[in-house]
C-alpha cells in the first residue's frame, strides 16, 4: 500500500471534477474518482493518472445510490486504506421556469447534488473518523448565495450543500476533520457549453473580471481547502466567480 495522500473526487471524469483529480495528482496524491456515464473512457482517463506518476482507481458510481457508493468507498480504502480529502463535486442542472418545471426535474437535481453529497460524505466520514483527521469539499455555486431564474431545483441544492457543509464541519471539527464549500461563479465545462452565445454575452456583463473562470482556477482552490495550508478554515463557503457575487 503506497504512502502518498488519497484524494477521493465525485464526477470526476469531466469539467471541474477531473481538473481537481488531475491537480492532486500533480501534488502526489493518489486519486480514487467515480462516474456514471456509459460514454466514459477509462482507460484514456486512467493513462493520464499514471502519466502524473500516482496511483488511480476509476470507479463507475451513482452518487445518488447508497449501494453504489458503499461498495466504492470500500473499494477505496481496501486499495488505499484511507481517505485523506473528499471533494463532492458531481452535480447536474435540469434548468426550466417554476411553472414549466416537473417534479421529476425538481427531484433528480435534489437526489443528484444534495442527497448524493449526503451519501457520499458519510460513506467517507466513516473512514474520516477512525484517521481523526480529513478535509471535505462541497461544491455549491454563486447562484445557491444569490438564487437564478429558471434555476430553482439547482439553486436549492446547492444552497442546501451550504447549510449541510457547515453543520458537519461543527459536528467533525473535534475529529480534525474539516468541511468548506466553494461556490463558482460561470466556468467553462460541458455545463455551460451548452449555454447560447447571447445568454454568455449577458453573463460577461455580470462579472466584474468580464469573463468565464476555468476548471484550473476552481480547482487551485479546492487544492488548498484540501491541504495544511487551510488547516485553521472550516465551516466556510469561498466564492471563485470573478466578483460576480460579493
Ligand atoms: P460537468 O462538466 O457537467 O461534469 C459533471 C460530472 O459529474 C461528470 O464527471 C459526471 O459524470 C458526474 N456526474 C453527473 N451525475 C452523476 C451521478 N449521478 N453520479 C456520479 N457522477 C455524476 O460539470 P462541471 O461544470 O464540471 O461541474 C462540477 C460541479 O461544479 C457541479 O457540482 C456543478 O454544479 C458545480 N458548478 C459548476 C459551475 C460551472 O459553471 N461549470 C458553476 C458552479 C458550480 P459522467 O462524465 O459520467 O457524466
Request: aromatic fraction near 6%; charged fraction near 25%.
Amino acid at each position: 500500500m503506497s504512502e502518498n495522500n488519497v484524494v477521493f473526487v465525485t464526477g470526476g471524469s469531466r469539467g471541474i471534477g477531473k481538473q481537481v483529480a488531475l491537480t492532486y495528482a500533480e501534488h502526489g496524491y493518489n486519486v480514487v474518482i467515480n462516474y456514471v456515464s456509459d460514454k466514459t473512457d477509462v482507460e484514456a482517463l486512467k493513462k493520464e493518472f499514471d502519466e502524473k506518476g500516482v496511483e488511480s482507481l476509476i470507479l463507475k458510481a451513482d452518487v445518488s445510490n447508497q449501494q453504489e457508493i458503499d461498495e466504492i468507498v470500500k473499494k477505496a480504502i481496501d486499495k488505499f486504506g484511507k481517505i485523506d480529502v473528499l471533494v463532492n463535486n458531481a452535480g447536474i442542472t435540469k434548468d426550466n421556469l417554476l411553472m414549466r418545471m416537473k417534479e421529476e426535474e425538481f427531484d433528480r437535481v435534489i437526489e443528484i447534488n444534495l442527497k448524493g453529497t449526503f451519501l457520499v460524505t458519510k460513506a467517507v466520514t466513516k473512514y474520516m473518523m477512525k484517521q481523526r483527521n480529513g478535509s471535505i469539499i462541497n461544491l455549491s455555486s454563486v447562484v445557491g448565495v444569490s438564487g437564478n431564474a429558471g434555476q430553482c431545483n439547482y439553486s436549492a441544492s446547492k444552497a442546501g450543500i451550504i447549510g449541510f457543509t457547515k453543520s458537519i464541519a461543527k459536528e467533525l471539527a473535534s475529529r480534525n476533520i474539516r468541511a468548506n464549500a466553494v461556490a463558482p461563479g460561470f466556468i467553462e465545462t460541458d455545463m455551460t457549453n451548452v449555454l447560447s452565445d447571447s445568454i454568455k454575452e449577458s453573463i460577461y456583463n455580470q462579472i466584474p473580471l468580464k469573463r468565464m473562470g476555468t476548471a484550473r482556477e476552481v480547482a487551485e482552490l479546492i487544492y488548498f481547502l484540501g491541504s495544511e495550508k487551510s488547516s485553521y478554515i472550516t465551516g466556510q463557503v469561498i466564492n471563485v466567480d470573478g466578483g460576480m457575487v460579493m
